[in-house]
């Protein structure tokens, strides 16, 4: 008995309707742009062969040789296609490192993002690719995100066959850290934010919404806070006398409080507290996920400390937030204390104009090629990832045209696989016509 969820049922039933309308679509196409359509078909088994093989090879990020050795398999592939490659090591920031491919042309130009590394370390029993069926496949990182590697590769090699790749002017990032980004960040992501200098347009590959309907273009910061407060150690006896005060664990719930109360009905603004502890005696290690106290039901406490998350949409309510957030903190209850430090990590990338001239498109793209509309993503259902470092610094993104699946960063992890070559033409024909100037930044 069949008992895939809806969703499930529903993107099957969109990948059976592209294929049907594909067919039908060819005559809205001009001749070098079916000759990319008929590349991508011609290749599509190699597509599919090489995904295989590099889902296959374990590459959690701190699986330091692993990384390396899936990134030594797309440089050979892009060296083949006449990209010069080099490997960025990854020693400052305590990671493998980073794979950028580089193809200078007279054209405007195009970055295209990926990663190579995924969540699942040697350590965990999912290791290898298993074919479900004709359509589906499972895997360690097969749509989070080889699968999307793998679609970039071929809508650039789509492109060569058609001889239109000589002209085109594009740089490609794979990051060898998105699941887990080494540190500093700065140090991190310098590379991908030295790539985007120039660029016209980025393509970030992430399986985004999981739905071949959709796009994303704008994505929410990915940050984190830590509060601490103090008080006047007391016998219980005495709180709230004004020689001993409220306690640092009052002092923590007023603050948690008010921001509940001033901020949570904000929109796309989320701040969850994850670790709280209190008492005499408070010890947090520095993940800011573990930590002790100590303490008795009858003294005051002398500290708390809570860590916890912070999501914006955009520059602007990314500061509005932190600063509402500061001054509420400023203001204490009788004999205590307290302070907020923010860790930015990953920043938010705005829904801009230019990001919507890019899904336009990508949509048009879409129903030029007989694969129906595609829309923007919900900004609250599209997590953090690495296309965010290059917001403001390039005027048109999109990210989330990836391979379509389900379950990612679990063992379940899905690929639906009848959209490698959809996907893959969508891709290409974005790059072709940002290249022939379809569309202004």
């Known amino acids: 008995m069949n008992t895939l969820p809806n969703r499930l049922l529903a993107i099957a039933a969109a990948a059976s309707l592209l294929a049907a309308s594909a067919l039908s679509a060819q005559s809205t196409l001009g001749p070098t742009e079916r000759a990319v359509t008929r590349a991508v078909d011609a290749h599509n088994t190699e597509a599919l062969t090489l995904l295989e093989r590099i889902v296959n090879i374990n590459s959690g990020t701190m699986n330091f040789a692993g990384v390396r050795k899936v990134g030594d398999v797309l440089r050979a592939e892009f060296d083949a296609l006449g990209f010069k490659t080099q490997w960025?090591?990854?020693?400052?920031?305590?990671?493998?490192?980073?794979?950028?491919?580089?193809?200078?042309?007279?054209?405007?130009?195009?970055?295209?993002?990926?990663?190579?590394?995924?969540?699942?370390?040697?350590?965990?029993?999912?290791?290898?690719?298993?074919?479900?069926?004709?359509?589906t496949a499972r895997g360690p990182g097969v749509i989070d995100m080889k699968g999307g590697?793998?679609?970039?590769?071929?809508?650039?090699?789509?492109?060569?066959?058609?001889?239109?790749?000589?002209?085109?002017?594009?740089?490609?990032?794979?990051?060898?850290?998105?699941?887990?980004?080494?540190?500093?960040?700065?140090?991190?992501?310098?590379?991908?934010?030295d790539a985007a200098s120039g660029a016209r347009a980025a393509l970030g590959f992430e399986d985004g919404a999981a739905d071949p309907k959709t796009a994303v273009i704008s994505r929410r910061s990915a940050g984190s806070w830590t509060l601490r407060t103090t008080g006047q150690p007391a016998h219980s006896g005495?709180?709230?006398?004004?020689?001993?005060?409220?306690?640092?664990?009052?002092e923590a719930s007023r603050i948690l409080h008010e921001f509940y109360t001033t901020l949570s009905k904000e929109q796309y603004l989320t701040f969850n507290p994850g670790l709280a502890i209190g008492g005499t005696l408070v010890k947090v290690d520095t993940t800011g996920t573990e930590g002790s106290a100590a303490g008795k039901r009858n003294v005051v406490a002398e500290h708390m400390e809570v860590t916890g998350d912070l999501r914006t949409l955009s520059p602007e309510q990314h500061a509005k937030a932190k600063k509402t957030m500061q001054q509420i903190v400023a203001r204490h209850l009788p004999k205590t204390n307290g302070t907020i430090e923010f860790d930015d990590g990953y920043p938010p990338m705005a829904p801009t104009p230019g990001n919507k001239r890019l899904l336009a498109l990508y949509d048009q793209a879409s129903r030029d090629l007989g694969f129906g509309s595609v829309v923007a993503v919900d900004p609250s259902r599209a997590g953090a990832a690495d296309v965010s470092f290059v917001a403001g610094k390039v005027p048109m993104i999109i990210d989330g045209i990836g391979l379509s699946g389900h379950d990612d960063h679990t063992e379940k992890e899905t690929a639906d696989l009848r959209m490698l070559a959809p996907l893959t033409k969508r891709a290409a024909l974005v790059m072709l016509r940002l290249t022939q100037g379809s569309v202004k930044p």
């Not at 020693?91 to 699942?120: M, Y």
């Not at 005495?238 to 009052?250: D, L, S, T, W």
């Open 238 to 250: 005495q709180i709230f006398k004004p020689e001993v005060g409220a306690g640092a664990v009052y």
């Open 149 to 193: 590697d793998v679609i970039m590769l071929y809508a650039l090699r789509a492109l060569k066959d058609a001889g239109t790749l000589d002209r085109m002017n594009v740089t490609v990032v794979f990051d060898g850290d998105e699941e887990d980004s080494g540190i500093p960040t700065e140090a991190a992501r310098k590379a991908l934010v």
């Open 88 to 135: 960025v090591e990854g020693a400052s920031f305590r990671r493998a490192g980073h794979l950028v491919a580089e193809h200078p042309g007279p054209g405007p130009k195009i970055l295209l993002i990926g990663h190579l590394d995924t969540v699942f370390e040697p350590s965990s029993p999912f290791q290898k690719f298993e074919r479900l069926d004709d359509s």
